[in-house]
């Protein structure tokens, strides 16, 4: 009899790390994770709201433990993987989300001047670096350590349509005239967890550990109306996405429904980069 397809996506008895899980796309990944039955490791230099998630897992009867991690502090990183060992047994699945992103909101409007290229701070791009794409480096590999241990395992890197386009900086222009940038860390990291997410993928050929990328677009999170207007009539769908619109890509990256694909990138953006 040929085996269900839903068979394909069940998760249970799986472990999967996921690094940024405290983030808004952190914690949704999670969600979509344990309701295929895996186990959760929910890693996130935000301890206490990664923990507040973890309960509230848990209160669903969801297998889920929460981690410090400083993915890029190389000791830190390791004391992750070994936690999810001692709690779970194995590492099957690790997803790399964590990052960092700046933020458009009143808070910060203060501070974006400092997003000018031409003044950029050399610290603050360091520290990019360091966390979007050193933290990737050093969480896969610490890893795929018991992964190859096991002779199976999965990767997922987290990319953005930004990765693939030039950020339209024209979004960010407010209404009195002030102006705001998406800075340039962001192109540029998004667009090394790609070639990061290639070379994983080809280095391990043969090793039945498969390394892809999921590439989001812009997700609704309370944006104002005229960020989300201007956001949406750029989209084929015409709107951003809902918050949990990326799960099922996730799910799909991560179980066996994808086990003929590894160094792929799966772009799920409405449409943005198809004009």
């Known amino acids: 009899m040929t085996e269900s397809i839903f068979s394909k996506f069940d998760m249970t008895s799986k472990t999967a790390i996921i690094t940024g899980a405290a983030g808004l796309l952190g914690k949704q990944f999670c969600l ?22 973890a309960a509230e897992f848990k209160n669903m009867g969801f297998n889920a433990i929460t981690v410090k991690v400083d993915v890029s502090d190389p000791s830190s990183v390791k004391s992750m993987v070994n936690q999810a060992l001692t709690a779970f047994g194995s590492v099957d699945v690790l997803i790399n989300s964590a990052a960092l992103d700046p933020k458009f909101d009143s808070a910060n409007v203060s501070t974006q001047d400092l997003n000018d290229f031409e003044t950029y701070s050399l610290n603050s791009w360091k520290k990019a670096l360091d966390v979007n794409l050193t933290g990737m480096f ?26 693939l386009v030039g950020p339209d900086q024209r979004l960010y222009e407010q209404p009195d005239g002030t102006r705001q940038f998406k800075p340039v860390y962001y192109s540029v990291t998004k667009a090394g967890v790609l070639g990061f997410t290639r070379y994983l993928a080809t280095y391990y050929a043969g090793k039945n550990i498969r390394v892809n990328a999921l590439t989001p677009g812009g997700v609704f999170n309370d944006h104002d109306t005229l960020f989300t207007e201007q956001y949406s009539i750029r989209t084929v769908l015409g709107r951003m996405a ?15 429904a994808s086990s003929y694909m ?14």
Do not use: K
Request: proline share 1%.
């Open 138 to 163: 050093l969480a896969s590999q610490a890893a795929v350590l018991p992964m190859l241990e096991q002779g199976r395992g999965v990767i997922v890197n987290i990319s953005s349509m930004y990765g």
């Open 242 to 256: 809902n918050l949990d619109e990326m799960n099922a890509a996730m799910l799909f990256l991560c179980s066996d």
């Open 32 to 53: 979509a994770l344990a309701q295929a039955g895996a186990n959760i490791v929910m890693a996130d230099l935000a301890h206490d709201v990664a923990a507040e998630n």
């Open 262 to 275: 590894t160094g792929s990138n799966l772009v799920v953006d409405g449409g943005w980069t198809a004009w």
